[in-house]
């Protein structure tokens, strides 16, 4: 599990759901969507320090450093290491507010022809990150 440290910038809610944006240590901003509300969560609250949480197999790597996609959530990373497996390889990214691991197929490990130090982008969907007091 993905586990990097930040603070709530902002949140933004309608009557069940929200969205908060996380500042990192480098400035950047994680959109997060949470079936939650200040209401229904005490710890939604601006200047709130919490940590952001995801799976391996939620971090999309793309060797386009500017796509035009619609996933808010991007870094720019640095491959630091490459584990391959026999149906699932995982990939140690070096980013600017952390390390990130990324789990995804073998059969992709290969199509994609990833190494070490090339520099990616990392995707996270909003709905994917889970926060942590």
Known sequence: MNNLPG???HIKNS???????????????????LVETPKTASYLKPGRKINLLFKETEVIISKNLTPEI????????????????KILSEIVLKSAVGEIKSLLSSTVLQQMNFAESQEVLILVKANEIMLSE
């Open 7 to 9: 603070k709530i910038k």
């Open 15 to 33: 009557e069940y759901l929200s969205e908060v944006s996380i500042e990192m240590e480098n400035n950047s901003i994680f959109n997060v969507f």
């Open 70 to 85: 619609s996933i808010h959530n991007q870094l720019k990373a640095e491959i630091i290491e490459i584990k391959p497996g």
